[in-house]
């Protein structure tokens, strides 16, 4: 029974919270509704002037043997030049902030055209009839504003309101040699607001540019490089990706020609060489011929020869590098970084280390002379080149004097051999001896020009290839919505944060209001029980409980007659005081409206008002104040002359505070007649 008891009173009570939370917040509502409303008004003017980006994306493949790209075997062979490439360093090629420069220049970025906006200004990178070209854009100065007026009839456009100028010819400003051209992504017939255009070295704007650029590899262990740029017009986004992997395939090539170049140089120099050694030994052998009439050689001579014949070729390859490796010395040490280069080609040489390190250094110097040109001496970046650049020579020196110890070992082992064979020979006739030496002489030269020939036709062949190291998978394309501002998201931040404002509002109120809120607030400060709660009822009626009403207030007080009876309420406990600390805290509304709620069981209620100070009973029932307590303990009534019936409640019977008030109620109410009447009652 008693738990059956408990878990009445706890539904009562969750239910009777839920209920009072809905009357105690519920006016609340049109606050919350203002804050929807108002939240939502102010981000659709968030949207409508704030600055949209649009995102576009292309994709390119690198080819990187290591992930699975290699050419074709025709391919390859074609390219002896290009170095391999790493994915992960092409994509820090790309976020450069020289090639940058470079889509700058060529797009024309460092002259964006603007058009005046009651807001803001937005870029009319379509809806300007003109655009502008720099014919020395490195020179220019910074200009903010240079208002920019067209007319279509004079074929004339008018700058800062004064100049005038003829458009598709280059003429001479006060802000630079430029280029007035028509825009070719111009669609509109009219510009109805004020156009103007800044002016900007493209080394100033494109670290702003590259802000906007992301590149990275699509996995690990792809070589797929994902690029996207986020611009305020699409199109121009579209535009600078195109033209980023434009200037990126150029710059490839660009780099790989001029390692072409120089190995043509040092080929043709090396070819030149042996063609008139070549020649002189032909007409050796021409006048020994004719003089000495020696034609045939004899079997003996002939094996010889062949020996001979092979080690010498071999000694013409360790001659060729170290030739090679005399010309790669003279350069790393004779060479003044700080003006740039030609790096000697390395052909003929084994050691893919050094031709490594000698294509690191003429990168590195190669970089250091592009940068120098567009920064000062003590620029970092300028510095940490230079000092690669020393550390790479010392590197390279010391590899070459490896590999020169080594060759001229094999040198000294190839001349020994040789020596034998020139005493075997000595017993060959004299004139035999001297046909055989021209004889190798000339093989030599013979096969050292067969060889600078071919190498000679390879390089022409790489030089004159286009092969591309990478290749382009999807171009550009740009989103057609912006990417920012998201249109949800600002809707539900600005309606979150009116919420969150009304929230706080009612939460202060709350917090500074000195009145109880809840019913926590009253168990943490007493052991009392609570066995009900009646929410504060706004309305004009005093009785909010009548028979067969089921209105909020009305079912609260029924679950406070319920619980009475949980609490002992009975036949032989039937006495409830009701009071309070002060006036106006309900104790009246209380007690009529309980004493009403009890009646209407069949239970027969007596409602006694001792408050002899303010009594509102009588008010509340809407009766006639008569002789009641006061009268009782003065002795001048009995109990049963006091006792009125309640006409319009059958088992409610009402006790007032008396006709006359006393003037000291305290003493009256302290003279032991409370008792008697609490007892006849």
Do not use: W
């Amino acid at each position: 029974m008693p738990i059956k008891r408990n878990n009445i009173i706890t539904e009562q009570k969750e239910e009777t919270l839920l209920k009072a939370f809905v009357s105690k917040y519920s006016p609340y509502c049109p606050l919350f509704l203002l804050a929807i409303i108002v939240g939502g008004a102010l981000g659709y003017i968030y949207l409508r002037y704030a600055t949209p980006i649009y995102q576009a994306t292309a994709t390119i493949i690198i080819k990187d043997e290591k992930k699975g790209n290699e050419e074709s075997k025709l391919v390859e062979s074609l390219d002896q030049i290009s170095s391999k490439k790493i994915v992960e360093n092409e994509i820090e090629i790309m976020k450069s902030r020289k090639l940058m420069e470079n889509v700058v220049t060529a797009l024309g970025l460092y002259a964006p055209v603007y058009m005046k906006g009651d807001v803001r200004d937005a870029l009319a990178y379509k809806s300007s009839p003109i655009s502008i070209i720099a014919i020395y854009p490195d020179s220019l100065n910074y200009y903010p504003r240079i208002d920019l007026n067209f007319n279509p009839k004079d074929s004339q456009i008018t700058l800062n309101h004064k100049y005038i100028f003829a458009i598709d010819s280059i003429v001479k400003t006060p802000y630079g040699t430029l280029k007035f051209i028509h825009n070719p992504y111009y669609t509109s017939d009219t510009v109805t607001r004020q156009l103007y255009f800044s002016l900007s070295r493209p080394a100033d704007v494109a670290p702003g540019f590259l802000s906007g650029l992301k590149a990275e590899a699509a996995s690990k262990l792809s070589s797929i490089v994902d690029l996207s740029y986020s611009d305020l017009d699409p199109l121009r986004a579209e535009n600078i990706l195109n033209q980023l992997i434009k200037s990126y395939q150029e710059s490839a090539n660009e780099e790989k020609d001029a390692l072409a170049r120089n190995t043509l140089a040092f080929v043709n120099e090396r070819l030149a060489l042996a063609a008139h050694d070549l020649d002189s030994i032909e007409k050796k052998v021409q006048q020994f011929k004719s003089g000495n009439q020696a034609v045939d050689i004899s079997t003996q001579g002939n094996l010889m020869l062949q020996n001979v014949n092979a080690n010498d070729q071999k000694l013409g390859e360790v001659n060729t590098q170290l030739a090679v490796l005399d010309k790669v010395e003279d350069f790393v040490k004779s060479n003044d970084n700080s003006k740039g280069g030609i790096v000697p080609s390395t052909l003929g040489l084994n050691d893919q280390m050094l031709s490594g390190l000698i294509d690191r250094l003429y990168t590195s110097e190669l970089e250091y002379d592009k940068l120098r040109k567009t920064v000062g001496e003590n620029n970092p970046g300028l510095i940490a080149l230079k000092d690669q650049i020393n550390t790479i020579k010392p590197s390279i020196l010391s590899n070459i004097s490896s590999q020169r110890q080594s060759l001229l070992a094999t040198q000294k082992n190839i001349s020994s051999n040789n020596n034998v064979y020139n005493s075997a020979l000595s017993t060959v006739p004299q004139k035999e001896k001297e046909l055989l030496d021209i004889s190798r002489a000339q093989q030599t030269k013979s096969d050292l020009y067969s060889f600078l020939l071919q190498k000679k036709e390879e390089s022409e062949i790489a030089y004159a290839s286009s092969v591309s190291n990478s290749r382009v998978v999807d171009y550009a394309k740009a989103s057609t919505d912006p990417i920012s501002p998201k249109r949800n998201l600002i809707y539900g931040l600005f309606i979150v944060l009116f919420i969150g404002l009304v929230i706080a509002f009612i939460f202060i109120k709350e917090f500074l209001t000195g009145k109880v809120l809840y019913r926590h607030e009253i168990e943490s400060l007493t052991s009392i029980p609570i066995i009900g709660e009646i929410a504060f009822d706004k309305s004009k009626d005093k009785i909010v409980i009548q028979k067969g009403t089921r209105t909020f207030i009305a079912e609260e007080f029924r679950k406070l007659r319920i619980s009475l009876s949980f609490l002992g309420i009975d036949s032989t406990h039937k006495k409830i005081l009701i009071t309070s600390s002060i006036s106006g805290e309900g104790k009246s509304f209380i007690s009529a409206n309980l004493a009403i709620s009890l009646s209407l069981t069949g239970k027969k209620v007596v409602l006694v008002d001792m408050d002899m100070n303010n009594p509102t009973l009588d008010k509340i029932l809407e009766i006639k104040r008569e002789e009641g307590v006061t009268e009782f303990l003065e002795g001048t009534r009995d109990p049963e002359e006091i006792i009125k019936r309640v006409d319009l409640h059958e088992n409610l019977f009402f006790i007032s505070a008396g006709a006359e008030l006393p003037e000291n109620p305290s003493e009256l109410l302290s003279n032991g007649k409370v008792n008697e009447l609490i007892n006849y009652l």
